[in-house]
C-alpha cells in the first residue's frame, strides 16, 4: 500500500510537471470583432507603451472614458524605453502581445512592423478622412521599409533645443545666447561666476546620435540619411566637419567635466540644472514642458525660476533648424479581435480630444494639422515664446530626428564618446562607424 | 521489517502449515509474479521520483541552452518566426581581431581579477578581526553584509550619485580636505570607469565572502589555535600558516562563485555607464543585451551567450582540477 502510495505521488509530481509546460502554450487570435461592447459587457482593451505618463494618462483616460464608456483600457507602462521593448519583443515573440502599443519612428517601426495591421486599412475603414487630417511627414515615418503603414502617428517631437533658467542668467547678468560664439561666451561668463558649463547627458547614445543627425546636416542637408542607406560613406567631407564641430564644441569648454559618465535623465537633469548648477541643459522638444508650471520642477530649486527654451544655436554652415521625428505612434496588432475598439482609441489620441489633452501637455507637437496648444494665459513671457518656436520649429522641419539602424545608432554614439575622451581622432571615429555601416543587412 | 511485515509473514507462515500442496504452487507463482512486478516498479520508481527535476530542467535549461546554440548559427531577430541558417557568420563577427567582444571579454577579465582577489582579501581580513569578538563586532558584521540585501540597482543609483565629478561626495570630500588632483570624473573616464564598477562591486560583494570566510573561521579547530599559541606563533603565523591554509576549501568556493559572479555581471554596469564611455567598460552580458534587446540581432546574442557558457566551463573545469592537484 505503501508502494502504491509513493508510485502514485511520483506519477502525480510528473503530471504536474507536464501540465505545467502545458500551459506555456501561446494562444492564437481568431474570429470576429468583438465591436464597440455594450454598458453590460464592455470591450477591454490592453495597450502597452512608455509614454503618456502616469499623469498624463490621468487626464486623457478620464476623457476617453467619457466618450467611450463601453471600452475600458487596461494600461501597463514603464518610463524606460528599453524595459518596454524588452517586454514587448517577449510577448510578441509568444503570439501573446497587446491590443494596441506604442511605437516610435526608427527602428521600432521596423522591427514591430510585422506584428501589427496594417494601419492605412484600418484606418481608411475606420477613420475616414483621416489622412487629410494627419500630417503626411509623419505617415511616412511610422510606415515601413516595404510599404506598410504600421502605426497611426500621434505626437512629434525633436532636437537638438536649449532649456535654459532665464532667472539664472539675469542673477549673473548674462543674456539668453542667440549664436554660437554667444553661447559659448555665455558659459564662459558662467563658469568664471562659480555655476557649471550646460549639463550635457553624453552618457546616453541616443542623445549623441540626436546631436550628430542634427549637426550633420548643417554640413550636408540630407547626407545622414543617405549614409545610413548605405549611399554614402561616413567617411565624406560632411561627416569630418560634423566631428570636427563637435570636436570644437568639447575645446569650447561647453559640457561640464564627466559629460560621458552622466546620463541625461536623470542625472544631468536634476543633479545639475533643477539643482540650479548650470543654466543650460541641452535636451529634445519634449522637454518644453517644464517651461510652465509642473510636477517635474516641483520642489526642486528651479521651481520658482523663469525657464524657457530655445533651439540649440547652428554651429554648421547652413542653419538647418532642428530635426523632427515620431516620439509616438499607436500600432494595433494583427492578431487582435478588438480592432474596432481600439481604433476609436487611435482616432481620439490622434485626431480627437486625447490629442488635444496630450500636447497641451507639451510632451510633443500636434500631428492633427488643425490642432494647436492651449496655454495657459498666465504662462510668462519666455514660456509663451518657447512654447511658439518649438511648435513652429517641428511643424516646418523636414529633417528626421531618427536613423532606422540601432547598430548604427550605437557606434555613432560610442565614437563621439571616444573622441570626447580622446580615445578617438575623428577620421578613426568615421572609419569605424562607416565599417559598422558596410556590415549592415540592408 | 517493519512491524506490519513481520505481521504478514507470520500469517504467511501459520497458512501454509494448513494448506495442501495445489495452495502452495499457486502461492509460489504469485510471489514470482509480485517479485517481477516489484522490480519493474523498483527499477521504474526511481526515474518517476526524478522525472519532474529532469524535464523542468530539461525544458528550461537544456533545451534554452539547445535553442541558443541552434539559434547562433542564424540570423534570427529576436522577435520574428523568421531564421535563416547563416553558419559561422555570427562567430565570424563576434571573434574578428579589435571587435566589441575582445574588449568586452578584456574588460570581463581585469573585473574578475580585480573583484575575485580583493573580495576575498577584504572578506578574509574583516572575517579574522571580527572573529575577535572585539566590541560591536555583530554590529560591523551586519553592517558589512548589509549592501548584499539590497538590490544592485539602487547601490548603482547611490554610487552614480557618489561618484559624480562635479557634486559627488568622493570629490566633494577631496576638494574639502584639499586633494583636488585626486579628485576624477570616476564614471566617466575610460581609464578609470572600469574599476570604479570593480569597487561597487567589492562593497557589494565584500560582506559575502565575509560571511563565508566567517563560517569557515568557525570550523577550525580551537585546539590548533592554542597549540600555535603554546608553540610562540604570533598572529600573521597564524594567519597564514594555519589560518589561510584551513580555508582553502572556502577560498576555492568563493574563487569559483566570484567566476561566475563576474561573468554574469551586468545590473550595476548598465546602471553606472551603461558600457561607457566608448566601450571602456562594455561587459560580455551588456554586449549580448545590447545586441539582442536593442539592436534586434537574436543570433549574435545567443552566439555571445554561447561564448560566455563555454568561458565560464573552462574556467570552473581550471578552477577544479587546479584546487584537485593542490589538495593531493
Given at each position: 500500500?505503501?508502494?502504491?502510495?509513493?508510485?502514485?505521488?511520483?506519477?502525480?509530481?510528473?503530471?504536474?510537471?507536464?501540465?505545467?509546460?502545458?500551459?506555456?502554450?501561446?494562444?492564437?487570435?481568431?474570429?470576429?470583432?468583438?465591436?464597440?461592447g455594450?454598458?453590460?459587457?464592455?470591450?477591454?482593451?490592453?495597450?502597452?507603451?512608455?509614454?503618456?505618463?502616469?499623469?498624463?494618462?490621468?487626464?486623457?483616460?478620464?476623457?476617453?472614458?467619457?466618450?467611450?464608456?463601453?471600452?475600458?483600457?487596461?494600461?501597463?507602462?514603464?518610463?524606460?524605453?528599453?524595459?518596454?521593448?524588452?517586454?514587448?519583443?517577449?510577448?510578441?515573440?509568444?503570439?501573446?502581445?497587446?491590443?494596441?502599443?506604442?511605437?516610435?519612428?526608427?527602428?521600432?517601426?521596423?522591427?514591430?512592423?510585422?506584428?501589427?495591421?496594417?494601419?492605412?486599412?484600418?484606418?481608411?475603414?475606420?477613420?475616414?478622412?483621416?489622412d487629410?487630417?494627419?500630417?503626411?511627414?509623419?505617415?511616412?515615418?511610422?510606415?515601413?521599409a516595404?510599404?506598410?503603414?504600421?502605426?497611426?502617428?500621434?505626437?512629434?517631437?525633436?532636437?537638438?533645443?536649449i532649456?535654459?533658467?532665464?532667472?539664472?542668467?539675469?542673477?549673473?547678468?548674462?543674456?539668453?545666447?542667440?549664436?554660437?560664439?554667444?553661447?559659448?561666451?555665455?558659459?564662459?561668463?558662467?563658469?568664471?561666476?562659480?555655476?557649471?558649463?550646460?549639463?550635457?547627458?553624453?552618457?546616453?547614445?541616443?542623445?549623441?546620435?540626436?546631436?550628430?543627425?542634427?549637426?550633420?546636416?548643417?554640413?550636408?542637408?540630407?547626407?545622414?540619411?543617405k549614409?545610413?542607406?548605405?549611399?554614402?560613406?561616413?567617411?565624406?567631407?560632411?561627416?569630418v566637419?560634423?566631428?570636427k564641430?563637435?570636436?570644437?564644441?568639447?575645446?569650447?569648454?561647453?559640457?561640464?567635466d564627466?559629460?560621458?559618465?552622466?546620463?541625461?535623465?536623470?542625472?544631468?537633469?536634476?543633479n545639475y540644472?533643477?539643482?540650479?548648477?548650470?543654466?543650460?541643459?541641452?535636451?529634445?522638444?519634449?522637454?518644453?514642458?517644464?517651461?510652465?508650471?509642473?510636477?517635474?520642477?516641483?520642489?526642486?530649486?528651479?521651481?520658482?525660476?523663469?525657464?524657457?527654451?530655445?533651439?540649440?544655436?547652428?554651429?554648421?554652415?547652413?542653419?538647418?533648424?532642428?530635426?523632427?521625428?515620431?516620439?509616438?505612434?499607436?500600432?494595433?496588432?494583427?492578431?487582435?479581435?478588438?480592432?474596432?475598439?481600439?481604433?476609436?482609441?487611435?482616432?481620439?489620441?490622434?485626431?480627437?480630444?486625447?490629442?488635444?489633452?496630450?500636447?497641451?501637455?507639451?510632451?510633443?507637437?500636434?500631428?492633427?494639422?488643425?490642432?494647436?496648444?492651449?496655454?495657459?494665459?498666465?504662462?510668462?513671457?519666455?514660456?509663451?515664446?518657447?512654447?511658439d518656436?518649438?511648435?513652429?520649429?517641428?511643424?516646418?522641419?523636414?529633417?528626421?530626428?531618427?536613423?532606422?539602424?540601432?547598430?548604427?545608432?550605437?557606434?555613432?554614439?560610442?565614437?563621439?564618446?571616444?573622441?570626447?575622451?580622446?580615445?578617438?581622432?575623428?577620421?578613426?571615429?568615421?572609419?569605424?562607424?562607416?565599417?559598422?555601416?558596410e556590415?549592415?543587412?540592408? | 521489517?517493519?512491524?506490519?511485515?513481520?505481521?504478514?509473514?507470520?500469517?504467511?507462515?501459520?497458512?501454509?502449515?494448513?494448506?495442501?500442496?495445489?495452495?502452495?504452487?499457486?502461492?509460489?507463482?504469485?510471489?514470482?509474479?509480485?517479485?517481477?512486478?516489484?522490480?519493474?516498479?523498483?527499477?521504474?520508481?526511481?526515474?518517476?521520483?526524478?522525472?519532474?527535476?529532469?524535464?523542468?530542467?530539461?525544458?528550461?535549461?537544456?533545451?534554452?541552452?539547445?535553442?541558443?546554440?541552434?539559434?547562433?548559427?542564424?540570423?534570427?531577430?529576436?522577435?520574428?518566426?523568421?531564421?535563416?541558417?547563416?553558419?559561422?557568420k555570427n562567430?565570424?563577427?563576434?571573434?574578428?581581431?579589435?571587435?566589441?567582444?575582445?574588449?568586452?571579454?578584456?574588460?570581463?577579465?581585469?573585473?574578475?581579477?580585480?573583484?575575485?582577489?580583493?573580495?576575498?582579501?577584504?572578506?578574509?581580513?574583516?572575517?579574522?578581526?571580527?572573529?575577535?569578538?572585539?566590541?560591536?563586532?555583530?554590529?560591523?558584521?551586519?553592517?558589512?553584509?548589509?549592501?548584499?540585501?539590497?538590490?544592485?540597482?539602487?547601490?548603482?543609483?547611490?554610487?552614480?550619485?557618489?561618484?559624480?565629478p562635479?557634486?559627488?561626495?568622493?570629490?566633494?570630500?577631496?576638494r574639502?580636505?584639499?586633494?583636488?588632483?585626486?579628485?576624477?570624473?570616476?564614471?566617466?573616464?575610460?581609464?578609470?570607469?572600469?574599476?570604479?564598477?570593480?569597487?561597487?562591486?567589492?562593497?557589494?560583494?565584500?560582506?559575502?565572502?565575509?560571511?563565508?570566510?566567517?563560517?569557515?573561521?568557525?570550523?577550525?579547530?580551537?585546539?590548533?589555535?592554542?597549540?600555535?599559541?603554546?608553540?610562540?606563533?604570533g598572529?600573521?603565523?597564524?594567519?597564514?600558516?594555519?589560518?589561510?591554509?584551513?580555508?582553502?576549501?572556502?577560498?576555492?568556493?568563493?574563487?569559483?562563485?566570484?567566476?561566475?559572479?563576474?561573468?554574469?555581471?551586468?545590473?550595476?554596469?548598465?546602471?553606472?555607464?551603461?558600457?561607457?564611455?566608448?566601450?571602456?567598460?562594455?561587459?560580455?552580458?551588456?554586449?549580448?543585451?545590447?545586441?539582442?534587446?536593442?539592436?534586434?540581432?537574436?543570433?549574435?546574442?545567443?552566439?555571445?551567450?554561447?561564448?560566455?557558457?563555454?568561458i565560464?566551463?573552462?574556467?570552473?573545469?581550471?578552477?577544479?582540477?587546479?584546487?584537485?592537484?593542490?589538495?593531493r
Amino acid at each position: 500500500m505503501f508502494t502504491m502510495k509513493k508510485t502514485v505521488a511520483a506519477v502525480g509530481a510528473l503530471a504536474m510537471s507536464v501540465g505545467l509546460l502545458a500551459g506555456c502554450g501561446s494562444s492564437s487570435a481568431g474570429g470576429s470583432d468583438e465591436g464597440l461592447g455594450t454598458k453590460d459587457d464592455p470591450v477591454e482593451l490592453t495597450f502597452w507603451t512608455w509614454q503618456p505618463t502616469d499623469a498624463q494618462w490621468k487626464t486623457i483616460y478620464a476623457a476617453f472614458q467619457k466618450k467611450y464608456p463601453n471600452i475600458k483600457i487596461n494600461w501597463w507602462r514603464t518610463s524606460e524605453m528599453a524595459d518596454y521593448q524588452k517586454k514587448l519583443q517577449t510577448s510578441m515573440a509568444g503570439g501573446e502581445g497587446p491590443d494596441v502599443f506604442g511605437v516610435q519612428a526608427g527602428s521600432t517601426v521596423e522591427q514591430y512592423g510585422r506584428f501589427a495591421e496594417d494601419m492605412k486599412d484600418l484606418a481608411d475603414q475606420y477613420m475616414p478622412g483621416w489622412d487629410s487630417k494627419v500630417a503626411e511627414g509623419a505617415v511616412e515615418q511610422t510606415t515601413n521599409a516595404d510599404g506598410k503603414m504600421v502605426a497611426m502617428p500621434t505626437i512629434t517631437s525633436g532636437s537638438e533645443y536649449i532649456l535654459y533658467n532665464k532667472t539664472l542668467l539675469d542673477e549673473n547678468g548674462v543674456k539668453v545666447p542667440t549664436t554660437y560664439d554667444e553661447l559659448v561666451a555665455a558659459n564662459k561668463e558662467l563658469t568664471s561666476k562659480g555655476l557649471m558649463p550646460m549639463a550635457l547627458g553624453a552618457k546616453d547614445g541616443w542623445h549623441l546620435d540626436d546631436i550628430f543627425v542634427w549637426l550633420s546636416n548643417q554640413y550636408g542637408e540630407g547626407d545622414v540619411y543617405k549614409a545610413a542607406a548605405g549611399k554614402k560613406s561616413f567617411t565624406d567631407p560632411t561627416f569630418v566637419k560634423t566631428m570636427k564641430a563637435w570636436k570644437q564644441m568639447i575645446d569650447d569648454g561647453l559640457f561640464q567635466d564627466g559629460a560621458v559618465g552622466t546620463s541625461t535623465y536623470p542625472d544631468a537633469r536634476d543633479n545639475y540644472f533643477y539643482a540650479r548648477k548650470t543654466a543650460f541643459f541641452p535636451t529634445g522638444s519634449w522637454h518644453v514642458s517644464a517651461v510652465l508650471p509642473n510636477d517635474e520642477t516641483k520642489g526642486t530649486a528651479v521651481e520658482k525660476d523663469e525657464l524657457g527654451m530655445m533651439e540649440f544655436p547652428t554651429v554648421g554652415d547652413k542653419d538647418t533648424g532642428p530635426t523632427t521625428g515620431v516620439d509616438f505612434g499607436l500600432a494595433v496588432n494583427k492578431d487582435s479581435k478588438k480592432k474596432e475598439a481600439a481604433m476609436k482609441f487611435v482616432e481620439f489620441m490622434t485626431t480627437g480630444e486625447g490629442q488635444q489633452e496630450w500636447i497641451n501637455t507639451l510632451q510633443g507637437a500636434p500631428v492633427a494639422k488643425d490642432m494647436k496648444v492651449q496655454v495657459p494665459s498666465d504662462a510668462t513671457e519666455s514660456a509663451k515664446a518657447s512654447i511658439d518656436l518649438v511648435t513652429k520649429g517641428q511643424a516646418s522641419s523636414k529633417l528626421e530626428r531618427k536613423l532606422t539602424s540601432q547598430e548604427l545608432n550605437d557606434e555613432i554614439g560610442v565614437q563621439m564618446q571616444n573622441i570626447y575622451t580622446g580615445d578617438a581622432t575623428v577620421d578613426s571615429a568615421l572609419k569605424a562607424i562607416q565599417q559598422v555601416s558596410e556590415g549592415l543587412d540592408r | 521489517m517493519t512491524a506490519n511485515a513481520q505481521g504478514v509473514s507470520a500469517g504467511r507462515t501459520k497458512a501454509a502449515a494448513r494448506g495442501g500442496g495445489v495452495d502452495r504452487a499457486s502461492r509460489s507463482r504469485a510471489r514470482a509474479d509480485g517479485e517481477s512486478m516489484n522490480s519493474w516498479k523498483a527499477k521504474l520508481r526511481p526515474y518517476l521520483f526524478i522525472a519532474p527535476l529532469v524535464i523542468l530542467s530539461g525544458v528550461f535549461i537544456y533545451y534554452c541552452i539547445g535553442f541558443t546554440v541552434a539559434t547562433s548559427f542564424t540570423d534570427w531577430d529576436g522577435i520574428s518566426d523568421e531564421m535563416d541558417f547563416i553558419g559561422l557568420k555570427n562567430y565570424a563577427k563576434l571573434l574578428a581581431p579589435g571587435s566589441v567582444f575582445w574588449t568586452a571579454l578584456k574588460n570581463n577579465i581585469i573585473f574578475m581579477v580585480v573583484t575575485v582577489v580583493i573580495q576575498a582579501g577584504l572578506g578574509l581580513i574583516l572575517a579574522v578581526i571580527l572573529k575577535e569578538r572585539l566590541p560591536g563586532s555583530n554590529f560591523f558584521k551586519a553592517i558589512f553584509f548589509m549592501p548584499i540585501a539590497m538590490a544592485p540597482v539602487i547601490i548603482a543609483a547611490i554610487f552614480r550619485i557618489i561618484m559624480d565629478p562635479n557634486v559627488g561626495a568622493i570629490n566633494e570630500a577631496l576638494r574639502f580636505l584639499h586633494l583636488d588632483f585626486l579628485a576624477q570624473s570616476w564614471l566617466g573616464d575610460p581609464k578609470i570607469a572600469l574599476y570604479s564598477i570593480c569597487a561597487i562591486n567589492i562593497f557589494e560583494w565584500m560582506g559575502f565572502s565575509m560571511i563565508i570566510y566567517y563560517a569557515g573561521l568557525m570550523s577550525i579547530p580551537e585546539d590548533i589555535y592554542e597549540a600555535a599559541k603554546i608553540d610562540g606563533c604570533g598572529f600573521w603565523n597564524t594567519l597564514f600558516r594555519i589560518t589561510i591554509p584551513n580555508l582553502s576549501g572556502t577560498t576555492n568556493t568563493l574563487i569559483l562563485l566570484g567566476i561566475v559572479g563576474s561573468l554574469k555581471t551586468f545590473d550595476i554596469v548598465i546602471q553606472t555607464t551603461g558600457g561607457g564611455p566608448g566601450r571602456s567598460t562594455e561587459f560580455l552580458n551588456t554586449y549580448l543585451y545590447k545586441a539582442g534587446v536593442q539592436q534586434f540581432n537574436g543570433g549574435l546574442s545567443a552566439a555571445i551567450g554561447v561564448m560566455v557558457l563555454i568561458i565560464a566551463v573552462v574556467l570552473s573545469i581550471i578552477q577544479v582540477v587546479v584546487n584537485n592537484r593542490a589538495n593531493r
